[in-house]
């Protein structure tokens, strides 16, 4: 089997870039040095939209140059001067270029938007078969019936055949849902027994435009709004040129509004509407004839606490640009993750995964990119789905980040705070909750369950049932109830509370595991090749040599929750026997108590930083030993220590840090640090649900 694949659209509006998307994500979990290449491009100086999201999200270290074929300047120079031949010699020398550097290469076929559009999937077959490429085809399903369908599918077979190419498999995409079944047998009936074909339905938010892509396809200016709000899908556009009542009657959700320059009237009236809550909350503003606001509207609408909106400007009439914005089409960009995940999310609902790998020629990589850990963690929750809750839920992060895990179908999600306020907020952000449940810690109806349990368990401890009600207010309190319970299964918190907020309810109650006398941290550090733990680096300042030794045994059952082998690095400023001293014998009565109470374990101690990750130092320090030069897990002596370490490593070598994870709780409960990133939730929500799974009902 080859070591490549093609991807090709049979006609246009098929939507190619999700499908590319889907199978890059799929290939990254599994090769390092992966490459990506298109035949043909519009430019060689502005960077194809689908080279970026690729290269960007996936982290590609190739030059642009080295990633396409052609131009289509370049190519139509060869067609005008007669040389078909040499479009073909150019592209193979270019994509044997590249794949000399690469595991794997996945190309994608050309857009249909170009002079090759009458034969362009011909072309597209032609390149495959000179670059030695099996390849998927994909069908349009847009607006089509099934007796449409099916004759595109013999069209493409019929031209798959004449060129004799090694066909893989067909997608039909953008397909009416009623009409998958029917689709699914034309697809067994009319293709190979050995082909893989798949049905995925029609996503409409996927074919919304973004502010982003409209300022970028009529080469508009930015004239206000941040860059988040390039983001806001687009529903509609309408040229305003009734009053400003008329048009707060026909305007929605996802609006466009495009208007002159000089109409103050309407800027000053949908920036009012913005700031309403009894108004839809519109995408942005396009302002026509090269004419922006005068300084002093200009002071007065900026001047207003911040718009959710993106306000544009161009220099053509109104009529030419409301023109150009229909001639601009969807894209998948990197900036918009919510897009993303919506694509992939459908993606993987619809394509069996196993199949497609049983039909890609795959050499298993030995290293572990982050990549490649990131979807094995959402692959692992989602297999058994759990329910976390989010305390935050009037933190924008947090709402982000919900919108994003919903999409991906990986959990599901209950946010605490009122529903009205979440609702509105999430309408100001575009980010989509459906699909999430929102309890009111001051308006349900589990409060007087959760008070009674809360105080019988505190009793003793001086609590008063009017206290234990009043905490149960708290969202700390309430989440971490709810995770008691069992009506949730895990909790992430932190975004907008200290730790110490965040965690002191599950030490009231929740408690440690059945031979664990400490809970701790561990973070997973996400290395160019490899996934390493470090412990405790969030939790306890000084621990003493029996709590240093819980911390490394919950370390290791952390490790081997996430496919990693645990070799226990305990670590101190000697190694071996050389050193003496209070710090160094702490760490030496650590890793005693580790090796008697688990003999199972691979640990090393005291050993110094290098010689548990370098084998070369390894070799001369401690050359008998199991775990140095190769440990997995670093347990650092003190707090000190373990935080300025992993954000010394996080910052310096450009690390992906997922954690803390709180280790030895009963049930799930972690905390996140103020300054999270919208990724950082997303990634401690699915590590909370993996613990989740491993925890014994």
Do not use: W
């Amino acid at each position: 089997m080859s070591k490549n694949l093609y991807i090709a659209g049979a006609e246009t509006e098929a939507g190619k870039s999700m499908i590319v998307l889907g199978i890059m994500e799929f290939l990254s979990r599994h090769i390092k040095k992966i490459g990506f290449f298109r035949p043909i491009v519009r430019s060689g100086t502005e960077i194809d939209n689908h080279i970026r999201l690729i290269s960007e999200r996936y982290s590609l270290k190739l030059e642009y140059n080295s990633m396409y074929g052609l131009t289509s300047d370049e190519m139509l120079e060869f067609h005008q001067n007669g040389d078909i031949d040499s479009v073909y010699s150019v592209i193979v020398d270019k994509y044997k270029a590249l794949e000399q550097s690469c595991d794997f290469v996945l190309v994608e076929g050309s857009d249909f938007r170009s002079h090759l559009s009458k034969y362009e999937f011909d072309f597209n077959l032609k390149v495959a078969n000179n670059l030695g490429c099996p390849i998927i085809s994909i069908i349009s399903g847009y607006n089509k019936d099934v007796s449409e369908v099916s004759e595109s599918i013999q069209i493409m077979r019929r031209m798959i055949q004449d060129e004799k190419c090694k066909e893989l498999g067909t997608i039909v995409n953008r397909a009416r849902p009623d009409d998958i079944p029917e689709i699914k047998k034309l697809l067994v009936k009319n293709m190979q027994d050995d082909s893989i074909n798949f049905v995925i339905p029609e996503e409409k938010f996927l074919q919304k435009l973004t502010m982003r892509q409209i300022k970028d396809g009529i080469n508009a200016k930015h004239i206000y709004g941040d860059n988040h709000s390039l983001n806001y899908d687009v529903s509609e556009f309408k040229v305003a040129a009734m009053n400003i009542n008329n048009v707060l009657n026909n305007i929605s959700d996802g609006t466009l509004i495009i208007t002159p320059g000089d109409r103050v009237d309407i800027l000053l009236g949908l920036s009012m509407a913005l700031l309403s809550d009894n108004f839809p909350k519109i995408a942005g503003i396009l302002l026509t004839c090269g004419i922006e606001p005068e300084d002093q509207i200009k002071q007065l609408i900026f001047g207003l606490k911040k718009l959710p909106i993106s306000l544009l400007s161009v220099n053509e009439d109104t009529f030419t640009a409301a023109a150009n914005v229909n001639k601009v089409r969807p894209l998948l960009l990197p900036e918009n993750e919510q897009r993303l995940a919506t694509a992939l999310g459908l993606f993987e609902d619809y394509v069996n995964i196993k199949e497609l790998q049983d039909k890609i020629s795959i050499s298993r990589s030995d290293v572990l990119t982050p990549v490649m850990f990131e979807y094995y963690l959402f692959n692992r929750a989602r297999l058994n789905r759990k329910h976390i809750v989010l305390p935050e839920g009037s933190d924008d992060r947090v709402l982000h980040a919900a919108g994003i895990l919903l999409k991906r179908n990986v959990v599901d999600i209950t946010l605490l705070g009122n529903e009205d306020d979440i609702y509105r907020r999430a309408s100001e952000l575009r980010v989509n909750l459906k699909g999430a449940s929102i309890i009111d810690p001051f308006d349900n109806d589990l409060i007087g369950d959760y008070a009674a349990t809360y105080y019988k368990l505190r009793k003793q401890k001086g609590i008063t049932k009017e206290q234990a009600k009043e905490l149960m207010y708290d969202v700390s309190y309430l989440g971490t109830m709810m995770v008691y319970k069992g009506h949730a299964d895990g909790m992430v918190s932190g975004a907008s509370h200290t730790t110490l907020h965040t965690i002191r309810p599950a030490f009231e109650f929740v408690k440690t595991k059945p031979g664990i006398s400490i809970v701790s941290s561990s973070f997973l550090m996400c290395l160019e090749d490899r996934v390493l733990v470090y412990g405790d680096c969030a939790v306890n300042p000084n621990p003493n040599a029996e709590q240093l030794a819980d911390i490394a045994i919950s370390s290791s059952e952390t490790a081997k929750m996430f496919g990693i082998e645990p070799r226990i690095a305990m670590l101190s400023y000697s190694t071996g026997k050389s050193g003496k001293g209070a710090d160094v014998e702490k760490v030496r009565k650590a890793t005693e108590i580790v090796r008697k109470r688990r003999p199972d374990l691979k640990t090393e101690g005291p050993i110094q930083y290098d010689a548990a990750v370098d084998k070369n130092v390894a070799k001369t320090k401690i050359p008998t030993s199991d775990v140095a030069g190769k440990a997995t897990i670093f347990i650092f002596p003190d707090l000190n220590t373990g935080n300025n370490t992993y954000k010394a490593v996080q910052r310096s070598a450009n690390v992906v840090a997922i954690g803390p994870i709180l280790q030895g709780l009963n049930k799930p409960v972690n905390d996140l640090s103020r300054g999270c990133l919208v990724a950082d939730i997303v990634n401690t929500v699915v590590i909370t649900a993996i613990q989740a799974q491993e925890e014994v009902t």
